[in-house]
């Protein structure tokens, strides 16, 4: 407590009550802006989650199209050929199953016009 000399006691409590004074609204203005950050930093946490959740939320919904877009175009097929050609054997079958593009599948569906039978659609599909 430098600067007390020749103060009396009552001035020294004085001056000790101001110093303590400073240091907490010091601490307390630390605080409340320790406190905004933690509060903006958490809103901006939440914000960027929230965006990942709707990115991911549309990720999935496009997968889930796309797979229904593929069943629609195998079972299509299989439907299509069933008529011309009569049910489709385990062995069709799982070639049809095992094929991943829509524009395949579609490529394959045209087929059964110009062919005679499944080994025609899928020979012509290779």
Known sequence: M?????????????????????????????????AALAIKEAREAAREAAREAAREAREAAALETAQAVREVARQTLIRLGTRRFGAPGPAVLGAINSIQSVEQLEALTDRILDTSDWDGILSAGS
Do not use: F
């Open 2 to 34: 430098a600067g007390m000399i020749g103060m009396t006691r009552q001035e020294k409590m004085i001056a000790e009550l101001d110093r303590r004074e400073a240091l907490w609204a010091n601490r307390e203005r630390e605080t409340r802006e320790a």
